[in-house]
């Protein structure tokens, strides 16, 4: 799918976005959410068009045990939450991909759930990927609980007093999510049947959908588990603190693949998100008739505020965001003689090019919150066509001009050097999951993944330079047929808006967290919490409206709420 830009003559001007520059690994590893992130899409939708969520069934003991459905109505047709709460031991309690046992599992559900269905459903979803799942799920997923943040809550709860914000704080969330499977894995409805779907047809919505549901879940048994131990005395979780609690997710290598896999899909994430920022950099700042300066003001206190208060044990995540909160805060001092002589939002974005990735991405994502009338319209062009193909009567200089025209990161690269062929990848025979290796030090890389890219390219290229540059493709194919993948990917995302992500995944300094980052920026992650640089913990809503309000405004970069200033009518102490 094509995407559609503004008919603005200013839009060729704006240039310095290019995908040298956004398909940068470190500039992805930067990203943030913006307004067409799917979590602020699917909300948006929700909002817009009234869908509805009410508890079907309610069925948990005293401990918190048991099953619970909720049922989501849309204009177009109902579905399911149905949720299983297990009681395991601690050492049950794990989040990588291996473990057999969950607090929680659950299922977004197609259709009714009648008796047999129900039946079938408790019997295989707190298996996961060990059950028989009906092909009636449409996301099978499960969660563990943050085992400090939910005592802590209920306890505080259950006394009639709100949880401490600085425990809240640590972590962002109750509920943590380890996998979330949807598109016909292991299954389940495929992804296909939803083409025509009005409620779920965009990538990865029906996922983001349950996670957001269960997240409603995860508020609703704290205050439940708190009445059942306090009884009279307990109150109900702080409004504004709901908001604030998101779901977290914990997510390692898997990732990083599917990016290198689907890279028509990323093409197609990255080209909207530069298209919808495009189309706000070509507004003229002198225009402004609505604040669009004190929004953006606004917006990056918010910001400024948000990377003060996450709290990660990663020392490079802790650095980046220091100085995320000390570029912006001197860019606050000096907003007024940073945006004269701006005549658009462009002049001002490449005024900011100094920063670090980090404050620039910041700054974009805030950038993008001031014109929802033009980037929202962006919001829709999430799925794409991954056909790969070389077309006929292409000699083969036609494909070294693509080559050197949007593969020099790749063409320019020393394979013969050891610090760039580093890192070999794998799938791990017993675990099912992707490794990486040490080329030469660890067995395994004669079950090499096909990640390498870059090698191939580089590889591509020497050979066409040893052909004929007037020699058709399709002859020096059939002479060669290891090229024939290859060759296809360049010349296809060659002409694609911004094709390859241009990282080498053998360098010895690659670094996976560019990968995840950018995935996870695209889902609406926040707080990146990397536990190292393979694997990374984040939170999913946090700061979103809660299901009963939910509203299509910004609600960029989550704040610990002030229980001081009255809201919604509520102050703390009332509710305590």
């Given at each position: 799918?094509?995407?559609?830009?503004?008919?603005?003559?200013?839009?060729?001007?704006?240039?310095?976005?290019?995908?040298?520059?956004v398909?940068?690994?470190?500039?992805?590893?930067?990203?943030?959410?913006?307004?067409?992130?799917?979590?602020?899409t699917?909300?948006?939708?929700?909002?817009?068009?009234?869908?509805?969520?009410?508890?079907?069934?309610?069925?948990?003991?005293?401990?918190?045990?048991?099953?619970?459905?909720?049922?989501?109505?849309?204009?177009?047709?109902?579905?399911?939450?149905?949720?299983?709460?297990?009681?395991?031991?601690?050492?049950?309690?794990?989040?990588?991909?291996?473990?057999?046992?969950?607090?929680?599992?659950?299922?977004?559900?197609?259709?009714?759930?009648?008796?047999?269905?129900?039946?079938?459903l408790k019997?295989?979803?707190?298996?996961?990927?060990?059950?028989?799942?009906?092909?009636?799920?449409?996301?099978?997923?499960?969660?563990?609980?943050?085992?400090?943040?939910?005592?802590?809550?209920v306890?505080?709860?259950?006394?009639?007093?709100?949880?401490?914000?600085?425990?809240?704080a640590?972590?962002?969330?109750?509920?943590?999510?380890?996998?979330?499977?949807?598109?016909?894995?292991?299954?389940?409805?495929?992804?296909?049947?939803?083409?025509?779907?009005?409620?779920?047809?965009?990538?990865?919505r029906?996922?983001?959908?349950?996670?957001?549901?269960?997240?409603?879940?995860s508020?609703?048994?704290?205050?439940?588990?708190?009445?059942?131990?306090?009884?009279?005395?307990?109150?109900?979780?702080?409004?504004?603190?709901?908001?604030?609690?998101?779901?977290?997710?914990?997510?390692?290598?898997?990732?990083?693949?599917?990016?290198?896999?689907?890279?028509?899909?990323?093409?197609?994430?990255?080209?909207?998100r530069?298209?919808?920022?495009?189309?706000?950099?070509?507004?003229?700042?002198e225009?402004?008739?609505?604040?669009?300066?004190?929004?953006?003001?606004h917006?990056?206190k918010?910001?400024?505020?948000?990377?003060?208060?996450?709290?990660?044990i990663?020392?490079p995540?802790?650095?980046?965001?220091?100085?995320?909160?000390?570029?912006?805060?001197?860019l606050?001092?000096?907003?007024t003689?940073?945006?004269?002589?701006?005549?658009?939002?462009?002049?001002?974005?490449?005024?900011?090019?100094?920063?670090?990735?980090?404050?620039?991405?910041?700054?974009?994502?805030?950038?993008?919150?001031?014109?929802?009338?033009?980037?929202?319209?962006?919001?829709?062009?999430?799925?794409?066509?991954?056909?790969?193909?070389?077309?006929?009567?292409?000699?083969?200089?036609?494909?070294?001009?693509?080559?050197?025209?949007?593969?020099?990161?790749?063409?320019?690269?020393?394979?013969?050097?050891?610090?760039?062929?580093?890192?070999?990848?794998?799938?791990?025979?017993?675990?099912?999951?992707?490794?990486?290796?040490?080329?030469?030090?660890?067995?395994?890389?004669?079950?090499?993944?096909?990640?390498?890219?870059?090698?191939?390219?580089?590889?591509?290229?020497?050979?066409?330079?040893?052909?004929?540059?007037?020699?058709?493709?399709?002859?020096?194919?059939l002479?060669?047929?290891?090229?024939?993948?290859?060759?296809?990917?360049?010349?296809?995302?060659g002409?694609?808006?911004?094709?390859?992500i241009?990282?080498?995944?053998?360098?010895?300094?690659?670094?996976p967290?560019?990968?995840?980052?950018?995935?996870?920026?695209?889902?609406?992650?926040?707080?990146?919490?990397?536990?190292?640089?393979?694997?990374?913990?984040?939170t999913?809503?946090?700061?979103?409206?809660?299901?009963?309000?939910?509203?299509?405004?910004?609600?960029?970069?989550?704040?610990?709420?002030?229980?001081?200033?009255?809201?919604?009518?509520?102050?703390?102490?009332?509710?305590?």
């Open positions: 799918m094509e995407h559609t830009l503004p008919n603005n003559d200013r839009l060729d001007a704006v240039s310095f976005r290019t995908p040298d520059v398909m940068h690994s470190e500039r992805l590893g930067a990203m943030h959410q913006t307004r067409i992130s799917f979590v602020r699917l909300l948006r939708k929700i909002d817009k068009e009234h869908w509805t969520l009410s508890k079907h069934l309610w069925d948990l003991d005293n401990d918190g045990y048991g099953q619970v459905i909720y049922r989501l109505q849309t204009p177009e047709h109902v579905y399911h939450l149905v949720v299983f709460c297990n009681q395991i031991a601690d050492e049950e309690r794990n989040d990588r991909v291996i473990a057999q046992k969950w607090d929680v599992t659950f299922a977004l559900v197609y259709g009714e759930i009648g008796d047999e269905l129900l039946a079938n019997a295989n979803v707190p298996l996961q990927e060990a059950g028989r799942n009906s092909n009636m799920v449409m996301v099978l997923a499960r969660a563990n609980k943050s085992v400090r943040v939910f005592d802590h809550i306890s505080s709860l259950a006394e009639g007093q709100q949880p401490d914000l600085d425990v809240l640590q972590v962002g969330y109750i509920l943590r999510t380890t996998a979330v499977y949807g598109n016909g894995k292991f299954g389940i409805y495929d992804f296909k049947p939803l083409d025509h779907s009005e409620d779920f047809n965009q990538s990865f029906a996922q983001m959908c349950a996670v957001y549901l269960i997240r409603e879940f508020l609703d048994w704290v205050d439940y588990l708190a009445q059942k131990k306090g009884g009279d005395k307990a109150v109900s979780l702080h409004p504004e603190i709901k908001q604030y609690l998101g779901i977290g997710n914990a997510t390692g290598l898997g990732m990083a693949p599917y990016l290198i896999n689907h890279p028509c899909v990323v093409d197609q994430w990255l080209s909207a530069e298209g919808a920022l495009q189309a706000v950099l070509v507004c003229d700042i225009d402004d008739r609505n604040n669009k300066i004190q929004q953006l003001s917006l990056m918010r910001a400024i505020q948000h990377f003060s208060e996450v709290v990660t990663n020392e995540q802790i650095l980046l965001n220091s100085t995320v909160v000390d570029e912006l805060n001197k606050q001092n000096n907003f003689s940073e945006i004269e002589g701006c005549v658009t939002w462009a002049d001002f974005l490449q005024r900011q090019a100094y920063l670090s990735f980090e404050s620039q991405e910041v700054i974009t994502s805030c950038l993008m919150e001031l014109y929802p009338e033009l980037v929202d319209a962006f919001a829709g062009q999430a799925n794409a066509d991954e056909t790969m193909s070389l077309p006929g009567g292409k000699v083969v200089q036609d494909l070294i001009d693509v080559l050197e025209a949007r593969y020099q990161w790749a063409i320019s690269i020393d394979f013969e050097a050891e610090d760039n062929v580093y890192w070999f990848w794998y799938r791990s025979e017993d675990k099912e999951e992707p490794r990486m290796g040490v080329r030469g030090q660890e067995r395994g890389d004669d079950k090499e993944f096909l990640l390498d890219i870059g090698r191939q390219a580089n590889t591509l290229y020497l050979a066409l330079q040893q052909a004929d540059p007037q020699q058709l493709l399709s002859e020096f194919i002479k060669q047929p290891k090229y024939r993948s290859i060759a296809r990917r360049v010349w296809t995302m002409h694609k808006k911004m094709g390859d241009q990282i080498n995944v053998l360098q010895k300094t690659a670094l967290m560019h990968l995840l980052r950018c995935k996870l920026s695209m889902f609406g992650a926040t707080k990146f919490d990397p536990r190292s640089d393979r694997w990374v913990r984040v999913l809503f946090q700061g979103a409206p809660l299901f009963a309000e939910v509203h299509s405004d910004e609600w960029l970069f989550p704040l610990l709420p002030n229980l001081s200033v009255p809201k919604r009518g509520l102050t703390h102490d009332r509710i305590a």
